[in-house]
């Protein structure tokens, strides 16, 4: 399963945050089945079907490959119910959207504004919003209006035709309660105007104006999906239950991997995008 954030890490942006070892292949998440156990390794066989993230402090032994070490406090068992490519796409992007819902303490009868609703993080946090009965005002293109409203969208502001602000004020006139940000730039500070006292901006990519919205009685987090093994588990009984689904996933052969990062570069993506062996 890729990420916006592993092709920061191909173009370099990452150079100077954690160790880079080469030659790198990029690339933290990923479904497969156990072939190997280092050493002191409990609680799993030989077999053993599991998915989740590689867990190292380091770049370089990615997933885009035949096989690749995780560690056993990023990975779950993966339900037979759930497919491989379903699995891959959810260790970052679903924990990251798990994560900003807690982090916002949604509940029933919130009026929530997702930026990025579309996109990997926006497709499971709008179903997860929607879950605790939150309204949801999705933002997104035109082209995605009826992805967003599959997914639990209770109305779709469409970014291209005008000033989102005053379209998400005029279906909120009251306010709303929770601005989750998966995009970033200057309409996040102008909808978080539209925040009610007591109420939450989270943000994905750093676009939450912590101390600024705190004066204003408004609870502010930049989050990241830090992947464990309880909140795979979590979010894996959901998809087993049915309470959540899959996001529209587009799969690549592993020889077009390069195509597949540019792709998930673009910060156009709806779903998730997953390479296949």
Do not use: C
Request: aromatic share 4%; glycine share 14%.
């Amino acid at each position: 399963g890729l990420n916006p954030f592993d092709n920061a890490v191909i173009q370099g942006f990452m150079k100077d945050q954690m160790e880079h070892r080469l030659p790198l292949i990029p690339g933290t998440d990923a479904s497969g089945t156990v072939e190997a156990l280092g050493e002191g390794v409990t609680g799993w066989s030989i077999g053993d079907a599991a998915f989740g993230s590689v867990g190292k402090m380091y770049f370089g032994e990615g997933t885009p490959a035949e096989f690749a070490t995780m560690s056993t406090g990023t990975i779950a068992r993966r339900p037979v119910s759930v497919e491989h490519a379903d699995a891959a796409a959810v260790p970052v992007a679903g924990v990251t959207a798990l994560t900003m819902v807690e982090a916002a303490s949604v509940s029933d009868g919130d009026v929530v504004v997702v930026i990025g609703a579309t996109g990997g993080v926006g497709s499971y946090l709008v179903q997860l919003a929607a879950r605790r009965g939150a309204r949801v005002l999705a933002m997104s293109s035109a082209a995605n209006a009826e992805y967003a409203q599959r997914l639990g969208a209770a109305e779709v502001v469409d970014y291209g035709a005008g000033d989102v602000v005053e379209a998400v004020r005029s279906l909120a006139p009251d306010g709303v309660d929770v601005i989750a940000d998966m995009h970033g730039g200057d309409d996040t500070a102008r909808l978080a105007e539209l925040v009610r006292s007591g109420g939450h901006v989270v943000s994905a990519v750093g676009g939450a104006d912590e101390e600024t919205l705190k004066a204003r009685g408004i609870e502010a987090a930049n989050v990241s999906g830090r992947v464990a093994t309880a909140s795979l588990e979590t979010l894996a009984g959901m998809l087993e239950r049915g309470e959540i689904e899959s996001p529209g996933i587009r799969s690549y052969p592993l020889a077009d991997a390069a195509e597949a990062f540019e792709q998930v570069g673009s910060g156009h993506t709806r779903g998730k995008i997953v390479v296949v062996p």
